[in-house]
């Protein structure tokens, strides 16, 4: 009931109104792929690696993206799905032609009795403000908690397109 309780809620949210996220009009799919190399991160000392096979704008409310992928980790892997939302964007202060944009992101396990859960936290992408100069250029990274529902335990974990030297030093909004 606990699991149904907490899918129900997190649909819910899914479909709540839109922000007030000024680049509603840009598109970010391409970084979210990250020209489909994925993400690599740590989850409890492990390896873990991240890739999106589809991202879609939700157009009633852009500053959200649905996405599906597949994570591995301890040499398992295992299909996921969620949302990013898109929350702020700020100037960077020694380099006017970037912005570094934040939000806040979801994805569930889509395979029950397969170390099911949930990564749940946080999203920043460093990248050009002007969108033709973009390429392929960005530096994404996503911080937050795994909790497994079988066993209710939670994992910090992190993935990104850049490894970081010291994580604790990154900026999350």
């Not at 096979?53 to 992928?69: F, I, L």
């Not at 749940?120 to 530096?139: C, P």
Request: hydrophobic letters at 35%; one cysteine or more.
């Amino acid at each position: 009931m606990k699991i149904f309780l907490f899918l129900f809620f997190s649909c819910l949210n899914f479909y709540a109104q839109s922000n007030n996220f000024p680049l509603k009009e840009q598109d970010f799919t391409k970084i979210i792929f990250n020209e489909k190399l994925g993400f690599d991160g740590n989850i409890d000392g492990e390896k873990v690696d991240v890739r999106f096979e589809t991202v879609t704008k939700d157009p009633k409310n852009p500053e959200n993206y649905a996405v599906k992928g597949i994570f591995t980790t301890n040499g398992k892997t295992l299909t996921c799905k969620g949302k990013l939302t898109f929350n702020s964007v700020y100037n960077m202060k020694d380099h006017p032609e970037q912005m570094i944009v934040f939000g806040d992101f979801y994805l569930s396990g889509t395979q029950p009795d397969h170390n099911d859960g949930i990564f749940k936290g946080k999203f920043r992408i460093e990248t050009m403000k002007d969108q033709s100069q973009r390429g392929n250029y960005s530096i994404t990274t996503f911080k937050g908690v795994w909790e497994n529902f079988e066993t209710g335990k939670e994992s910090e974990f992190w993935f990104g397109n850049f490894t970081h030297t010291d994580l604790s030093k990154v900026v999350f909004k």
